[in-house]
């Protein structure tokens, strides 16, 4: 009799730890689907929309190198507008500095000269051109009988001299002149040795320091640096020309048009909307970069350039930006949110809350953006749906 009471015990014992694991199963299981936020089902107009993030360029840009290795001694302020000519870098040059101030002396003291010779000689051709006349009068007037010969010979004489003397002057005069050419070409050497260490606007723009060694240091040029020649003092971005440069799905191209019309918001101006339009999409898919670390991921992207139609001051380069995509309106369908729907082998489900465990429900879909997807058959408004595949 207590052999068969001992058996009889250990079964109900193992009958309720059964009962118990299977229930402590089903109450964790229970607890953890009741932990996956759930949307309604809905029904009613929606507007798709794609919404990408990028970064805002210049169309049009200059970059802006080192002629040569020397001691930066003058930049442009970044974030200042130049104009096409604008002096933008200026590099050690102090003897060339001062052989140019002697240079320009020269010309002017060599021009000083050469406008007394020219004065001079005008002054000698007027009393030249006086004996002259004073001779041809004498000449009439012996001629009347009114002048002596010796009058006559003695005006002659002095013209004669005079207009010896008047090629000295000429000569004095080309003489001036090649001391102002000689004095203006070898400033002219010295201004283009000078100008080989200063760099100018080649367009209107602004200006943008670049970095130095590496962009996530944070070091960007400035005075006193010796730059090796060649190197990327400055950026000279146009930026009455603005674009976004981002990436759109490959699942979402196909509803992306060349002129389609866009909206633009700043990070920096978070309440301000540009518009522009689709100006290139990419013609060739590629593995998406992480943000975050930098490296590819399973996502295909094509890249897709927005032009802003706006010429605004706010819109600088390098701003990160949002574009907004308008690919559809869609009047009284039925929607959900995409995080609903998972794809279970080759059927397309979601998870419909009902009761204490979620049913599977197999379903249709049609057009989509990154919010919300079109419900063609298997749900209906007011079901709620899972946003993560239950335990």
């Not at 009058?151 to 002095?158: F, I, N, Q, T, Y």
């Not at 002149?177 to 602004?206: C, H, I, T, W, Y």
Request: charged share 25%; net charge neutral.
């Amino acid at each position: 009799m207590q052999t068969l009471f001992r058996k009889t015990w250990v079964r109900g014992a193992l009958v309720l730890a059964a009962i118990g694991l299977v229930a402590w199963r089903f109450a964790a299981s229970s607890s953890t689907d009741r932990d996956i936020p759930t949307a309604e089902v809905v029904r009613g107009n929606l507007e798709l929309t794609l919404v990408e993030t990028g970064e805002l360029k210049a169309k049009r840009s200059a970059t802006i190198t080192a002629p040569n290795d020397k001691l930066i001694t003058y930049l442009a302020p970044e974030g200042s507008w130049v104009k096409k000519g604008d002096l933008l870098v200026q590099l050690e040059s102090t003897k060339y500095e001062i052989e140019a101030r002697e240079g320009q002396s020269s010309v002017q003291v060599t021009e000083a000269q050469l406008a007394k010779a020219r004065s001079d000689l005008q002054a000698q051709l007027y009393k030249e051109e006086a004996a002259k006349k004073q001779y041809e009068a004498l000449l009439e007037l012996k001629e009347k009988g009114f002048a002596m010969e010796s009058e006559v010979e003695e005006a002659r004489l002095g013209y004669l001299e005079l207009k010896s003397k008047t090629s000295g002057f000429e000569a004095a005069v080309r003489q001036a002149q090649s001391e102002v050419d000689r004095a203006g070409s070898a400033l002219q050497q010295v201004q283009r040795k000078l100008s080989a260490n200063a760099v100018f606007a080649p367009m209107d723009g602004l200006v943008v320091y670049a970095y130095v060694g590496r962009p996530e240091d944070g070091k960007k040029v400035e005075l006193g640096l010796t730059p090796y020649e060649g190197q990327p003092l400055m950026e000279l971005p146009d930026v009455s020309s603005m674009q976004v440069l981002t990436q759109v799905n490959e699942m979402d191209v196909e509803k992306v048009k060349v002129g389609q019309s866009v909206e633009v918001r700043l990070d920096a101006v978070p309440d301000a909307v540009f518009h522009g339009r689709v100006a290139r999409i990419g013609s060739l898919a590629q593995p998406k970069v992480s943000r975050s670390s930098g490296k590819r991921t399973g996502v295909k992207v094509f890249d897709l350039d927005v032009d802003v139609g706006d010429a605004d001051p706010r819109l600088r380069p390098g701003l990160s930006a949002t574009v907004t995509l308008h690919v559809g309106e869609f009047a009284d369908v039925t929607y959900a949110p995409v995080e609903a729907i998972f794809h279970d082998g080759d059927k397309t489900v979601a998870y419909v809350k009902r009761g204490r465990r979620p049913r599977t429900v197999v379903v249709e879909c049609g057009d989509s953006n990154n919010k919300y997807v079109i419900i063609r058959s298997g749900l209906q408004p007011g079901d709620r749906v899972l946003l993560a595949q239950p335990s």
